[in-house]
């Protein structure tokens, strides 16, 4: 591997990020993952790391945390994607989301950079059950959320990762392309919780609340304001329906069916995920 060949994956230590790097790693690929425990370091919120991080790089996975709908994003990514072309990228792999609206204007300034470009636009992660907002909840056997009778088709973020290792590791395929990434049915948060429940052998109470408790609660917690705007953002604005159907994104990317959320649950159960022995012990 010389340096040209060098692949930067910024969020390198999240969701999707982690399972990236290591697929690539395992492929032979060089890469340096972006993260603020990495070295050279690399934070979304001090343009000083981003030289070091973007050195030598030919290609970058570009994850925004938290998200692409806050407010400062499109001038962050802007920013970026400029030093990137300025430091000799040659291919940008953005993951983006559906249904938001300053997302999709982020995506316009990816493809507008003057370079190789892909778009991976997912729906909302299974993993958020596992990993993220909603497993400690699930851990303790009752969760209260706001979620109305709207349907998500809940995407697998292996699935993402596969989809992005796919476009770093072959540019003259995947350049140019807007891949949309759905799982393969759509379902409500009760359908996706039961479904879970019945994977773990234990019953879950799952009660929906009004928005305004949630969030509320969410301020009791002292969580972070930006995940709390975050939450509220998705809550409020992406879950009214507007993202309520499938698309093939995993197969035109992949030449596969995504993974069924049915599966997702039954591996993530057999790990021991939502079991409360297995993290207080």
Not at 181 to 190: H, I
Request: some cysteine; proline content about 5%.
């Amino acid at each position: 591997m010389t340096a040209n060949n060098l692949i930067l994956v910024t969020g390198g230590t999240g969701k999707t990020g982690k399972r990236v790097v290591e697929r690539l790693q395992a492929q032979g690929h060089n890469v340096r993952v972006g993260s603020r425990s990495a070295s050279p370091s690399f934070d979304w919120d001090d343009q000083q790391t981003w030289p070091a991080a973007l050195a030598d790089a030919q290609s970058v996975y570009i994850s925004y945390q938290p998200d692409l709908a806050v407010p400062s994003a499109i001038d962050t990514i802007r920013a970026f994607s400029q030093l990137a072309v300025a430091s000799g990228v040659k291919h940008l792999v953005l993951l983006s989301g559906r249904g938001e609206a300053a997302a999709q204007a982020c995506e316009q300034v990816i493809q507008a950079a003057g370079i190789a470009w892909t778009i991976v636009r997912a729906s909302w992660f299974m993993q958020n059950f596992s990993e993220s907002f909603f497993h400690e909840p699930l851990l303790n056997g009752q969760i209260f959320l706001p979620a109305s009778e709207v349907k998500e088709p809940f995407i697998d973020a292996d699935d993402i990762a596969d989809v992005v290792v796919a476009a770093l590791s072959d540019v003259e395929t995947h350049a140019g392309q807007l891949y949309e990434v759905t799982g393969p049915r759509l379902m409500t948060f009760a359908e996706a919780i039961s479904e879970i429940a019945q994977a773990n052998g234990s019953p879950i109470d799952y009660q929906p609340i009004p928005i305004e408790a949630y969030i509320g609660a969410l301020h009791e917690q002292q969580w972070p304001a930006d995940m709390i705007w975050f939450v509220e953002f998705l809550f409020r604005e992406v879950l009214d329906g507007r993202n309520a159907y499938l698309s093939d994104g995993v197969e035109r990317a992949l030449g596969r069916q995504p993974n069924d959320f049915s599966n997702y649950a039954r591996e993530a159960a057999a790990r021991g995920v939502w079991q409360l022995s297995s993290v207080t012990r």
